[in-house]
């Protein structure tokens, strides 16, 4: 794993500025660096050696040096794509994925994007055709953010490597705040730092020196309205037969490689597929907050070392304004806290692990996908009539059961957001300055994204919006800037395009059936692991920020923040003390709603007011 840099336009002192933007990012490749400066571009790269570890240097050139590369992530078919580009006449002088990519470009220009199957943020600098062109990989696995310098662009796995560009303006976005409030996570394009933008995942850009950057999408999910069903047993057999191929590329390394492990089935299954010398877990010592008993049992059943950890409430407030400079922008599901002490934990022992991200997106794991028993006797009325009572419950003041009517209508447009809502919109308006209301509202956000799937099932729908929205924005931007903080490399076995693949034609009733979420994946884990992990309730990554805020101690510290005069440039501070208070006195759960003004005080204090931000 690795990241890059980089910048068009000529500017004094480049070498300079290119050593201090990579500086930045060092943590993302300890083991070497290199840079590459011409006369229109500024390319660099730092690098964690993981294949290849001697030949695999860059910025990489094709045999002339008219192609330049800088590339963060790893190509799991990079072999056959190697053998084939060798018949077609190429030569390689390296077995590292990267050179595929060099060569793959020049036999099959932008292209190259479709045949490829991994993670992967990259940037191809054509010195002939006088072009940058670069992808991001299919679900958005690995960074890759932007700014525009006038006619020229600055580029790179962290938005934090910009700091070091003498052009760039480092200001707070104000059109960023609204939408955080209720998704808790940064759910468009654009960024905290005003005018800096990520690559949405599954797109790719073409940009000439001093031109217009053209953006689009190069791959979609494909979930089938109809298909040729397949029995449940035959679906549970694909589905196994596809993880077990694809966490067998996953571990190809010369570097060891490990698994992240908690009590669900999700990292369970990988990790019996996977059978690595040593597992990860942490925990909490709170009751209910910890699952690393059942890791550990497991590990045992099945012969391999875990090393666990019950993580403190002191360790976790130390570690937050880190943890947020490491996320570049304030992202508040608490999960990436001890995310961030897993892979510390992790880098300890081995450089690359493979974790359980993707399985509830895909196969539909999450209870907000299913359905109560009540709501699905109401919707045997018509879908007329349901979709009439909504609206007209939409336009009433609260009532009570107005958002059941509302769920029911069949619509998830009208009411689903994702896996996360924090701050209704109304109460999100309410707690913020004039100024910071600005923005997309969330159903500016959702509603482009309902009609690509206007003619699909509910469930899918939810699932589109989820592996669009609150995978790339939540999980993804957390697994990766949490693992490489400590230079350790994170792979996602379920998030496969041959595993998306098969799961697009996985018929809805497999997935929720009235026992339980993504019943035919548990199935097919079931074959591999003992029951009781298979069908374990899923508990995601919970932290007890509840009981935190109800500690003196710590709701100090969180009102430090809260009453300090600058919050008052974003919030009004009378307003979010009283969500505190009423919390930390035990006559509201707040929780969410407190941890998620707080992070982004901490993210806003380490970049904008503190003056050692490294």
Not at 586 to 614: H, P
Request: charged letters at 30%.
């Amino acid at each position: 794993m690795c990241g890059f840099v980089g910048f068009s336009g000529v500017i004094h002192n480049r070498d300079e500025i290119l050593n201090r933007m990579k500086e930045r990012i060092v943590h993302r490749g300890p083991d070497m660096s290199g840079d590459h400066i011409d006369e229109e571009v500024a390319l660099g790269f730092v690098r964690l050696s993981i294949i290849d570890l001697a030949d695999g240097a860059q910025p990489m050139y094709n045999e002339d040096g008219s192609v330049v590369i800088v590339f963060n992530g790893e190509i799991y078919n990079f072999g056959e794509l190697r053998e084939e580009l060798i018949a077609l006449g190429h030569t390689f002088r390296t077995r590292c994925d990267t050179e595929v990519l060099i060569h793959g470009y020049e036999e099959f220009g932008r292209d190259i994007v479709k045949r490829l199957r991994g993670m992967f943020a990259f940037v191809i600098w054509d010195k002939n055709k006088r072009e940058l062109f670069g992808a991001r990989d299919h679900f958005g696995i690995k960074p890759f953010y932007y700014t525009r310098l006038g006619d020229d662009i600055l580029f790179g796995s962290e938005i934090k490597s910009f700091l070091e560009h003498p052009s760039f303006e480092k200001r707070v976005n104000p059109r960023a705040l609204r939408s955080y409030l209720t998704f808790q996570y940064p759910a468009t394009e654009e960024t905290f730092f005003e005018g800096v933008f990520r690559l949405p995942a599954a797109h790719s850009f073409v940009m000439p020196i001093g031109g217009e950057m053209k953006i689009e999408r190069y791959w979609d999910v494909d979930f089938k309205s109809e298909v040729d069903k397949v029995s449940f047993d035959e679906c549970r057999d694909i589905i196994d037969s596809a993880v077990h191929e694809s966490v067998a590329a996953h571990r190809i390394s010369d570097v060891k490689v490990g698994s992240f492990l908690s009590g669900g089935v999700d990292s369970s299954y990988i990790t019996a597929v996977l059978m690595p010398n040593e597992t990860f877990s942490v925990g909490f010592a709170e009751d209910k907050f910890n699952e690393t008993d059942e890791a550990s049992e497991l590990s045992a059943r099945i012969g391999v070392k875990n090393y666990k950890h019950l993580l403190t409430p002191d360790e976790c407030f130390d570690a937050f304004s880190d943890i947020q400079y490491h996320m570049d922008e304030p992202q508040s599901n608490p999960s990436s806290v001890p995310l961030y002490f897993l892979a510390k934990l992790a880098a300890e022992h081995v450089t690359v692990v493979l974790s359980g991200e993707g399985a509830d997106e895909i196969f539909a794991g999450y209870e907000w996908y299913d359905e109560t028993r009540t709501m699905k006797k109401y919707k045997r009325l018509p879908a007329f009539l349901r979709r009439w009572a909504a609206g007209v419950a939409r336009k009433l003041p609260y009532f009570r059961g107005r958002e059941f009517i509302i769920k029911c209508s069949g619509r998830p447009e009208d009411y689903f957001i994702g896996q996360a809502l924090v701050f209704p919109e109304k109460e999100a308006a309410e707690v913020l300055t004039e100024k910071y209301r600005a923005g997309q509202t969330p159903k500016d956000i959702t509603a482009p994204i309902y009609r690509r799937v206007s003619d699909k099932d509910e469930l899918i729908k939810k699932q589109y919006l989820d592996l669009n929205l609150w995978l790339p924005g939540d999980i993804l931007l957390k697994a990766d800037k949490m693992s490489m903080a400590h230079s350790l490399e994170l792979r996602v076995p379920y998030l496969d395009k041959k595993i998306m693949e098969m799961a697009e034609g996985v018929p809805s009733e497999y997935k929720i059936n009235g026992i339980d979420t993504k019943y035919v994946f548990r199935v097919a884990a079931n074959k591999t692991l003992p029951d009781e992990w298979a069908h374990r309730k899923k508990k995601g990554f919970p932290v007890p920020i509840r009981l935190w805020l109800r500690e003196e101690k710590y709701r100090n510290i969180v009102a430090e923040h809260f009453e300090a005069e600058w919050a008052g440039e974003f919030f009004n501070r009378e307003k979010i003390m009283t969500l505190l208070d009423d919390h930390y006195a035990g006559r509201a759960n707040n929780q969410r709603k407190i941890w998620t003004v707080f992070t982004f005080l901490v993210w806003y204090k380490r970049f904008f007011i503190d003056s050692e931000n490294k």
